[in-house]
């Protein structure tokens, strides 16, 4: 049996911004930077692309990467993940964004290591300090609400905790960094969980677990990672890639 599998889910027809993981990013496909990323994660024994169409696929080949085929008709991410693993002897499955070019393979490590410790855990993910307060207004920007043991206790798109005031500086707020782990089991018992209400209004599949009452681990990090879903989140991911090779 494998410990750790990492699978990044990577579909074409982005709705804010098509073929997002195909835009160049410094002479390379965006799927590239994640892939090469995650490799270097020591704890992961197995690295798929799990895309929906031919011109993923052949970009992953093109700089030899693994990739499986997945239906179209999946909705969200997680269902990739399980037509992928479905056949696979392992424990934690990794999902990695596949349009998080930034991503470290410290998080990665990380988040499985967290699992890995405490068995009980049937899911996690990473959040982090940010005191912007424009992160903070900003819908594209998940916050998440976590308790004192480290577990989630909300996910929202809105302002939360809402008594936070910009003009403390050292007020902060976490925010979610959309990379999760679940054990095995978990992973197909969420798939087959409807979507909830929360879920649905707020457009975050993990309050599905919240709000059927299982928990999230939530792992802090103090590294930075940046999603692409504009061209103008394209362009940040540029010039902070620069800014880390001229380092």
Do not use: W
């Not at 965006?30 to 052949?58: F, M, N, P, T, W």
């Not at 050292?170 to 087959?192: C, E, P, S, V």
């Not at 919240?210 to 802090?220: F, R, T």
């Amino acid at each position: 049996m494998m410990e750790a599998v990492g699978i990044i889910p990577a579909r074409y027809g982005a709705t804010r911004f098509e073929g997002k993981v195909l835009k160049d990013l410094c002479g390379k496909p965006v799927i590239q930077h994640v892939y090469e990323r995650a490799k270097k994660a020591k704890l992961l024994d197995d690295l798929i692309v799990a895309a929906d169409d031919d011109r993923i696929i052949q970009a992953v080949q093109g700089f030899g990467g693994r990739v499986v085929f997945t239906s179209k008709s999946h909705s969200t991410g997680t269902d990739r993940l399980t037509e992928v693993v479905n056949e696979m002897d392992v424990k934690i499955v990794v999902n990695i964004q596949g349009d998080e070019p930034l991503i470290s393979p410290l998080i990665i490590d990380d988040l499985v290591r967290a699992m890995q410790d405490d068995p009980s855990v049937a899911m996690a993910t990473v959040v982090k300090k940010s005191y912007s307060e424009e992160e903070f207004k900003s819908p594209d920007v998940v916050k998440a609400v976590i308790d004192q043991k480290n577990f989630a206790l909300y996910f929202s798109r809105s302002p939360v905790p809402t008594l936070l005031r910009p003009a403390d500086k050292q007020a902060f707020f976490y925010k979610h960094i959309g990379i999760y782990a679940y054990n095995k089991d978990f992973l197909f018992t969420f798939k087959k969980l409807p979507a909830s209400y929360l879920e649905t209004h707020e457009r975050l599949e993990q309050l599905r677990a919240l709000e059927n009452g299982y928990k999230i681990k939530a792992i802090e990090t103090p590294l930075e990672t940046v999603g692409v879903d504009t061209p103008e989140d394209l362009a940040l991911a540029k010039s902070l890639l620069e800014k880390e090779r001229n380092a």
